[in-house]
């Protein structure tokens, strides 16, 4: 038996609302029973007029999905980095970058990329990833695979065909841009829906876009893939669709099934791709050798991410460098900052004193404070302390939380002196 919504389509337009309207006035039926009589009212009619039923034919079902592959050379270049140079990164060069252990044996020529498109930013289980974009690299090329789902009641089938590819992939870690918060939860909760195993679940993950926050905070603006895409490497997206956009565009090709509504969508994910593993090689290029990069707060950045990692002398080298290379004082002190607290670690005390005594001259107050420290239980000079500390409340603009921390402090001081007077005169 053909489905009540075909044989809907079958009906006389010019007649239904006048049938309707009556059939609106019984009482006790359903809606659907009401449909079924107006059907049946439609073909005795036609019977009873001799007039042929033509039967419209349905639709074709659209596949549960589609699958589009990318491929880009090797040699091809984008910014100060070869796309291809990924190939030969030594196992484990993920590490310092991702800042865990767990990718200290991974190999980065099994590491596949990931990003998603969605129905909608907002999370939680009405949001579905309908696009989900897979990079890996080969001996020849790097290649997005893309899948796109066609049928949101197939959505099962599509999962299981994303499995799949990621079972024969056999890779060793996934790296994605703000995966952790957004893609890779909302992509387990349609895993669990569809009572599925999420397979991604167990790989080591690196989201880049805390390492892009630490080694740029101090340069751009904004660390989003695409501005950094473009600004690091040239990949110019002034083409590109508005992600606002995409769930629009998506609605409308499920209900057009026309698949070149989303065609911007597809190459923007691959685009997003492709940028994710450039600005990735590139940050893992500048921790090789800092001179490519052009900024200061660049090279400061690396220097947290090393000191983040533990590796301490590596992390000075870096703080070192922004200090000497910096044409900017706010990375300089910065630089100037972060040096400090190595050097007091290693207890190397008077070389950070000199530095501690650098930044006091900007009225700094974590050097004021340091300073104070130093003099009072390192020098056990008393006097010297509280002239920093008088510094510090005379020149700094405190919170109230700072200015009670320096009153106290000074009160300390000051009774230490005056205990140490009297024990003076009694002596004499």
Same mark, same amino acid.
């Given at each position: 038996?053909?489905?009540?919504?075909?044989?809907?389509?079958?009906?006389?337009?010019?007649?239904?609302?006048?049938?309707?309207?009556?059939?609106?006035?019984?009482?006790?039926?359903?809606?659907?029973?009401?449909?079924?009589?107006?059907?049946?009212?439609?073909?005795?009619?036609?019977?009873?007029?001799?007039?042929?039923?033509?039967?419209?034919?349905?639709?074709?079902?659209?596949?549960?999905?589609?699958?589009?592959?990318?491929?880009?050379?090797?040699?091809?270049?984008?910014?100060?980095?070869?796309?291809?140079?990924?190939?030969?990164?030594?196992?484990?060069?993920?590490?310092?970058?991702?800042?865990?252990?767990?990718?200290?044996?991974?190999?980065?020529?099994?590491?596949?990329?990931?990003?998603?498109?969605?129905?909608?930013?907002?999370?939680?289980?009405?949001?579905?990833?309908?696009?989900?974009?897979?990079?890996?690299?080969?001996?020849?090329?790097?290649?997005?695979?893309?899948?796109?789902?066609?049928?949101?009641?197939?959505?099962?089938?599509?999962?299981?065909?994303?499995?799949?590819?990621?079972?024969?992939?056999?890779?060793?870690?996934?790296?994605?841009?703000?995966?952790?918060?957004?893609?890779?939860?909302?992509?387990?909760?349609?895993?669990?829906?569809?009572?599925?195993?999420?397979?991604?679940?167990?790989?080591?993950?690196?989201?880049?876009?805390?390492?892009?926050?630490?080694?740029?905070?101090?340069?751009?603006?904004?660390?989003?893939?695409?501005?950094?895409?473009?600004?690091?490497?040239?990949?110019?997206?002034?083409?590109?669709?508005?992600?606002?956009?995409?769930?629009?565009?998506?609605?409308?090709?499920?209900?057009?099934? @026309? %698949?070149?509504? !989303?065609?911007?969508?597809? /190459? #923007?994910?691959?685009?997003?791709? +492709?940028?994710?593993?450039?600005? $990735?090689?590139?940050?893992?290029?500048?921790?090789?050798?800092?001179?490519?990069?052009?900024?200061?707060?660049?090279?400061?950045?690396?220097?947290?991410?090393?000191?983040?990692?533990?590796?301490?002398?590596?992390?000075?080298?870096?703080?070192?460098?922004?200090?000497?290379?910096?044409?900017?004082?706010?990375?300089?002190?910065?630089?100037?900052?972060?040096?400090?607290?190595?050097?007091?670690?290693?207890?190397?005390?008077?070389?950070?004193?000199?530095?501690?005594?650098?930044?006091?001259?900007?009225?700094?107050?974590? @050097? %004021?404070?340091? !300073?104070?420290?130093?003099? /009072? #239980?390192?020098?056990?000079?008393? +006097?010297?302390?509280?002239?920093? $500390?008088?510094?510090?409340?005379?020149?700094?603009?405190?919170?109230?939380?700072?200015?009670?921390?320096?009153?106290?402090?000074?009160?300390?001081?000051?009774?230490?002196?005056?205990?140490?007077?009297?024990?003076?005169?009694?002596?004499?």
């Amino acid at each position: 038996m053909r489905k009540l919504k075909e044989r809907l389509q079958e009906l006389d337009k010019k007649k239904i609302q006048e049938t309707w309207r009556s059939l609106e006035a019984e009482d006790g039926l359903s809606t659907r029973e009401k449909l079924e009589k107006l059907v049946r009212h439609n073909l005795k009619r036609r019977e009873t007029a001799e007039e042929p039923v033509t039967v419209q034919p349905a639709a074709a079902a659209a596949e549960p999905f589609r699958v589009k592959d990318f491929y880009y050379a090797l040699e091809g270049r984008y910014g100060k980095i070869c796309l291809g140079d990924w190939l030969a990164l030594p196992t484990g060069a993920l590490e310092v970058i991702a800042g865990s252990e767990a990718f200290a044996g991974v190999d980065p020529r099994q590491v596949v990329f990931f990003d998603s498109e969605t129905t909608g930013l907002a999370g939680g289980t009405g949001t579905i990833p309908f696009m989900l974009g897979f990079g890996f690299f080969s001996e020849q090329t790097f290649q997005v695979k893309i899948f796109i789902l066609q049928d949101l009641d197939r959505e099962g089938d599509f999962l299981r065909a994303v499995a799949e590819f990621l079972r024969q992939g056999e890779f060793s870690a996934a790296v994605t841009f703000n995966g952790k918060a957004f893609d890779f939860p909302l992509l387990e909760t349609r895993y669990v829906l569809q009572r599925q195993s999420f397979p991604l679940r167990d790989l080591p993950h690196l989201d880049f876009l805390f390492p892009a926050r630490t080694i740029w905070k101090n340069t751009y603006d904004s660390r989003k893939l695409g501005f950094l895409g473009e600004m690091l490497l040239g990949l110019s997206r002034s083409d590109d669709i508005d992600a606002s956009s995409i769930p629009a565009l998506y609605f409308s090709f499920l209900r057009s099934q @026309a %698949f070149s509504l !989303i065609e911007p969508v597809v /190459e #923007h994910n691959a685009m997003d791709l +492709v940028g994710l593993a450039a600005v $990735v090689l590139l940050g893992l290029r500048y921790l090789e050798d800092y001179s490519l990069t052009a900024d200061g707060g660049e090279i400061f950045g690396l220097g947290m991410l090393c000191e983040r990692a533990g590796l301490l002398e590596k992390a000075e080298e870096f703080y070192r460098a922004a200090r000497e290379a910096s044409a900017r004082t706010d990375v300089r002190t910065l630089a100037l900052r972060r040096l400090s607290v190595l050097l007091k670690k290693k207890k190397l005390f008077a070389e950070a004193l000199e530095l501690w005594q650098m930044l006091s001259a900007g009225n700094d107050l974590h @050097a %004021f404070r340091e !300073i104070s420290v130093h003099y /009072e #239980h390192r020098e056990r000079n008393y +006097v010297q302390a509280v002239s920093f $500390v008088e510094k510090a409340l005379a020149s700094v603009q405190l919170s109230p939380g700072q200015q009670q921390e320096l009153e106290k402090r000074l009160a300390r001081l000051r009774g230490k002196i005056a205990k140490l007077e009297e024990k003076n005169e009694i002596s004499e």
